[in-house]
């Protein structure tokens, strides 16, 4: 392997990394035993979508399993060439927008997409459509554009940093956007959504978190997907982040043959409360081109999160929610089971029926 060929001080340096992240068959080799199939989804997925995988994510992958949950959320897959029903802006997102890359779906907060280029790019990617091409690269001029969009709309009060990936950009870049936001004085909040912390944890340096720390209140999503991808490093990674103040949430995807499984699911949101990473939303994947090979029908993804319910801390569980053009949608067990005249009824995590007293409330001037 050529891992043990390459000096500690460059590995963990992440823009070594991200110079020689894999976009070919021969790279990938040096990591793995790629399969035929794979090989020629490569080969014919090329121009449609890119493949790219910092060194480090690719040093996760079984070599042996074409199954590894890491190497099926990155390697092409065949699969992803006949998808009956997959659409490629599934949110509508192009038509929420205001102003060029500001999505707009509820009226206090927007996601402002700062750029186009993620550490490496996900099969199932939701924007799929934008990352990673030329079209889309932000220019300093673009983005001036709509912090002004946003400084000339008071409502929002909530901006989501996203992309791509902010953290793909320098400190100073990064900083310059943070600080146009925080002038904004209508802008409470500023988060960050990021896969960094998984895919190239060398990135959260003390030197950014350091400096994100100037523009508290300052909050971030990551993206963990499976407990494989909680590496010592990139524990630290988060740490560094709540250490400096920040809180970390994860967003996952609920995706079939890696995480669509109680136990795995549970394996994964226990690990990461472990490293005070709190789960926020697990989303239901997409009707997005080329993804059938990883959808998981709804009712299976209710059944998970209800048999998590009761069976591990309530921390560890996250909202399972549809992301719709309208905005996300919570997806419960409805444990709530109605009402029998002055009486509620409900449904214990075990399945027990519990009755209790709850008669309507009279409201003023209401007459029922
Ligand atoms: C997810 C999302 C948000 C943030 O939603 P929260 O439920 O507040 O986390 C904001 N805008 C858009 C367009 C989104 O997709």
Redesign the pocket.
């Known amino acids: 392997m050529i891992l043990n060929k390459i000096p500690n001080m460059d590995w963990s340096d992440w823009r070594w990394q991200l110079k020689h992240r894999i976009r070919d068959e021969n790279e990938l080799r040096k990591y793995i035993l790629p399969t035929a199939d794979e090989v020629q989804a490569i080969l014919r997925l090329r121009e449609r979508f890119r493949f790219v995988i910092t060194p480090y994510y690719a040093s996760l992958m079984d070599p042996e399993d074409p199954n590894c949950p890491i190497r099926r959320q990155v390697v092409p897959n065949l699969s992803e060439i006949s998808d009956p029903v997959g659409t490629l802006d599934p949110?509508d997102?192009i038509e929420?927008s205001p102003v060029k890359n500001v999505?707009?779906?509820?009226p206090d907060?927007?996601?402002f997409c700062v750029n186009n280029e993620c550490a490496l790019y996900c099969r199932y990617c939701l924007r799929k459509r934008m990352v990673g091409d030329e079209d889309w690269v932000m220019k300093k001029q673009e983005l001036k554009v709509a912090i002004d969009w946003i400084s000339r709309t008071p409502e929002i009060r909530?901006v989501?940093l996203t992309g791509g990936d902010p953290l793909i950009f320098s400190d100073d870049r990064l900083e310059w956007i943070v600080r146009e936001l925080r002038a904004i004085s209508h802008v409470e909040i500023i988060r960050l959504g990021t896969r960094l912390p998984v895919t190239l944890p060398f990135r959260v340096t003390d030197r950014l978190c350091q400096m994100l720390s100037k523009y508290h209140p300052i909050w971030l999503n990551t993206h963990f997907n499976h407990p494989k991808e909680l590496t010592v490093q990139a524990a630290e990674a988060c740490n560094r982040l709540s250490n400096f103040g920040i809180p970390v949430g994860n967003q996952s995807v609920l995706l079939a043959g890696i995480n669509d499984d109680v136990g795995i699911m549970k394996d994964l949101l226990e690990s990461l409360v472990k490293i005070r990473v709190r789960p926020?939303?697990c989303y239901q994947a997409q009707l997005l081109e080329g993804t059938e090979h990883f959808r998981v029908d709804i009712e299976r993804g209710i059944e998970i999160f209800r048999a998590l319910r009761g069976r591990t801390s309530g921390y560890a569980i996250p909202q399972y929610v549809l992301?719709t053009p309208f905005g996300?949608v919570p997806l419960d067990y409805p444990y709530f089971k109605g009402r029998d005249g002055d009486e509620i009824i409900v449904e214990s995590y075990e399945g027990k029926e519990w009755r209790e007293l709850n008669p309507k409330a009279r409201r003023m001037g209401v007459v029922e």
Not at 103 to 106: E, K, L, P, S, T
């Open positions: 949110l997102e929420h999505i707009r779906v509820y907060r927007v996601a909530d989501l926020y939303y992301d996300k």
